[in-house]
């Protein structure tokens, strides 16, 4: 016994949410969609679980931060998805997919046909066993990956006010929830191996503004080194840490950030893999062009960069479920996914937005001083490819991003450095689009980085032309009299 629909949607998180909105308001029928999910819940903003719900006072719950309220739009609460038709299968998982055939298999046995399928499974948090270290299932061991990890979190850091967290990564999920530690009057220990915080974007300079800001609210920070095993209690409790470098941390809490995989097991065999994520074309679409894949899971081409990518990152997730839905929905009137790496966070004061890609070398600006306004740009083979800006105006946040999409030439670093803001403001000032329509075929256009400029002026072009084409009319009128008279 199954049930049969024309789209099924397999993952509950972000992108799943966001494109089912995008389902609705292009036309999709009722009981059309299902949407399967391991959950227990319908789709919400992950984000929100490393920030508002882990606040001491008025934390953010259920059904606050269903999604789409992260870009400003619908919240999709139960009633959403049943008022439109669309059916929800939670806490449910698949443990078989049949691409041939169409099919998925679930755990409890049942079948589900579909005629279309989005892959939304998403990524699952790294495990400390996956590096010989034991001891994740020790009660103040925590992950944060879903709203049980989140549950989970917020009780044990109710039971440790005042107490010692040792945070295993320095990445997005290390420090977030260290600030969120730290507005729980906890003390904050981080470990991580790289010389710095954030080391796949920041650089050191911008990493250290950060690093100081920290340390001034109680942080600590031990590099370099890693976790290599747990002392327990007579519980089972973790104690304390011990460390590669032979550091010994106690601990009352542990929170474990050390990157994602992503869920790719049900498909591999049957789609085409590549860079850890299921492959797909500008059109989401992958090796069997009734599946497609969207999130953390695709690995897509960016257009900017002319290379296949799988981004980790909220904004991928919204923007590729909408794009693929209108594919499916309306092929002929959806183009290509073009889409500009976007990353963002926000911690204590702070607010930082990137844009494009950290590579080529580094030119940082703004004032790193009193750390109000600062940023950087990467400049690869002569052309800007990332821009990164904390403190920056919602304007201000859109030039850099219009900026880096342009790829302008870059000539003078030391003048880079200078300009600073003043560089994407003036890029994006004067973009010109110019009129095409009117120059003929041969016209040598050149794309100049920041403007277009033409080999010649127009008006040679048109007087050349008319020469061209009256010469060729007297041509054709001597030959067809000639002719004439022949006959």
Known sequence: MGRAYVYVILGGGVSAGYAALEFTRRGVSDGELCIISEEPV??????????GFLLPEAPARLPSFHTCVGANDEKLTPKWYKEHGIELVLGTRVKSVDVRRKTLLSSTGETISYKFLIIATGARALKLEEFGVEGSDAENVCYLRDLADANRLATVIQSSSNGNAVVIGGGYIGMECAASLVINKINVTMVFPEAHCMARLFTPKIANLYEEYYRAKGVK???????????????RKVTAVNLKDGSHLPADLVVVGIGIRPNTSLFEGQLTIEKGGIKVNSKMQSSDSSVYAIGDVATFPVKLFGEMRRLEHVDSARKSARHAVSVIMEPAKTGEFDYLPFFYSRVFAFSWQFYG???GEVVHFGDYEDGKQFGAYWVKKGHLVGSFLEGGTKEEYEIISKATQLKPAVTDLEELE?????????????????EVKDVPSSELVRQCSRVVVMEKPLYVWHAATGVVVAASVAAFAFWYGRR????
């Open 42 to 51: 319908a789709p919400y903003e992950r984000p929100a679980l490393s920030k």
């Open 221 to 235: 920070f031990v590099k370099g080194t890693v976790l290599t095993s747990f002392e327990f209690d007579s519980n």
């Open 357 to 359: 890609d950290p590579a």
């Open 418 to 434: 200078r300009e600073g803001l003043k560089f994407a403001q003036t890029v994006v000032s004067e973009q010109k689009v110019p």
């Open 484 to 487: 004439r008279r022949r006959w």
